[in-house]
């Protein structure tokens, strides 16, 4: 017998576990390469998918882990979040099976998104399996213990640059392989303690939350359901504060977003009574939409200031729609309905720009409290005189339960209750107005 021979049925064996030594010494730092590599296109995919800006400020990588600094941006939160990224580098066999990559987020205590109560701990856990799967799961850190408080699969598809984008729409930069990733799905649920919310608008509270994501992307974009509940939120601090109960959201995207809201509410000791919204809408910029209002000119009595919101909201609508469903506002005094439809139109200025159709109907005594809370009018009795001259004009009807009317603005023309009416004269000074700006 050889030497050879003999060594033969220990030598494979051994030169085998040498291999499999050295790929699991290499593969952490090549796995940490790859990662390296593919961050910048993560953060891309995710600012294109969510409208938010994913900023990549440092990263420091090492044989088996990394750390990253990713700042999150969006128009609708007044602080930048923060997030401090430790990554881990597979292939690895743990709970759940192999793992390739991980990263674990701390929760950041300061920012646009902050836990609530303060003295919350909360992390974020993401993993990758050798077969390219994501979840992200978010744990409730207590002492030397954890509580896993939800999880969402993510899945992503690779997709050839310009595919999928609109005809005429302005082409991304291509990727060096011809190649770009983008968010395919996320689907799963989970529950938070608390979170505030430091947003442009003021600082939104929630307490006991239930989140509920289903997305997937069809045509190009991402389409489903978002639901949020909560068991308490707060809007704003201080007497004027709004304390809403039992908050209910569902956002669903698709050809046309839907919105549907939920909720009764209280501010600065009066009960605001409860909400039933729904609401639609198609090629509508928020940011743009927020940004063009003045609330002055729905509060005083200036036609042409008012002319110039309507143009400034014109502009900033564009050719999109917003289609009132329903609001509903049940409150101690009476209830309120309104239904309607906004719609931007190609038109060269002013209010041919806008297409306007409200519906209302409310109690006697809600439009009063509506009326001086707009300071249109000064006291109670200069709201009611007004109300008796919509009347006598039949502005407003009176059907011995509600006070019913319609509003529609089109190609230029105002048109109240069926009555053909000039702007300037329906805007004319109000009883009793206090003129104040």
């Given at each position: 017998m050889s030497k050879s021979r003999f060594l033969a049925p220990w030598a494979l064996p051994l030169w085998g576990l040498l291999l499999l030594a050295l790929l699991a010494w290499l593969a952490p730092r090549q796995t940490g390469k790859l990662a390296e590599q593919a961050l910048p296109g993560v953060l891309a995919e995710l600012s294109r998918n969510l409208q938010t800006q994913a900023t990549l400020e440092a990263y420091a990588r090492g044989w088996r882990d990394a750390r990253a600094r990713i700042l999150l941006t969006h128009a609708g939160l007044r602080d930048p979040v923060a997030l401090e990224v430790n990554l881990r580098h597979g292939p690895w066999l743990g709970e759940g099976g192999f793992g390739w990559l991980a990263a674990r987020i701390p929760w950041p205590e300061q920012g646009g998104i902050v836990p609530f109560p303060p003295g919350e701990r909360l992390e974020l856990r993401l993993k990758i399996d050798l077969l390219g799967r994501t979840r992200l799961c978010l744990w409730r850190l207590t002492g030397k213990t954890s509580d896993k408080l939800g999880e969402v699969w993510i899945k992503s598809n690779a997709v050839r640059d310009g595919a999928g984008a609109p005809q005429g729409a302005?082409?991304?930069?291509?990727?060096?392989?011809?190649?770009r990733r983008d968010l395919a799905s996320l689907i799963g649920e989970t529950r938070l303690p608390g979170l505030v919310l430091n947003s442009s608008w003021g600082e939104v509270r929630l307490a006991e939350v239930d989140l509920r994501l289903r997305l997937e992307r069809q045509e190009g974009r991402l389409a489903g359901v978002i639901g949020l509940d909560a068991r308490r939120a707060a809007l704003g601090r201080g007497d004027g504060a709004w304390l809403i109960e039992q908050p209910w959201l569902d956002l669903t995207l698709g050809d046309r977003d839907r919105l549907e809201l939920r909720w009764t509410g209280v501010r600065g000791g009066q009960?605001?009574?409860?909400?039933?919204?729904?609401?639609?809408?198609?090629?509508?910029?928020?940011?743009?939409?927020?940004?063009?209002?003045d609330r002055r000119a729905l509060r005083l009595n200036d036609p042409p200031r008012l002319r110039r919101q309507l143009d400034r909201l014109g502009l900033a609508l564009g050719e999109g729609e917003i289609l009132l469903e329903r609001l509903a506002l049940e409150q101690p005094s009476?209830?309120?309905?309104?239904?309607?439809l906004l719609r931007g139109r190609d038109a060269p200025t002013g209010l041919r720009r806008l297409h306007l159709d409200l519906r209302l109907g409310?109690?006697?005594?809600?439009?009063?409290?509506?009326?001086?809370a707009s300071r249109w009018v000064q006291d109670t009795a200069g709201a009611e005189r007004l109300l008796s001259a919509l009347e006598e004009q039949h502005i407003l009807v009176d059907d011995d339960t509600m006070l019913r009317g319609a509003l529609t603005l089109w190609d230029g023309a105002l048109t109240l209750s069926g009555r053909p009416m000039v702007l300037e004269d329906v805007l004319a000074p109000p009883l009793n107005s206090d003129g104040m700006d």
């Open positions: 302005p082409r991304r930069a291509e990727s060096e392989d011809g190649f009960t605001l009574g409860k909400l039933d919204a729904a609401m639609r809408w198609r090629d509508v910029n928020w940011t743009a939409l927020r940004a063009s209002l009476g209830r309120l309905d309104l239904e309607g409310l109690a006697r005594p809600v439009a009063v409290q509506l009326l001086c």
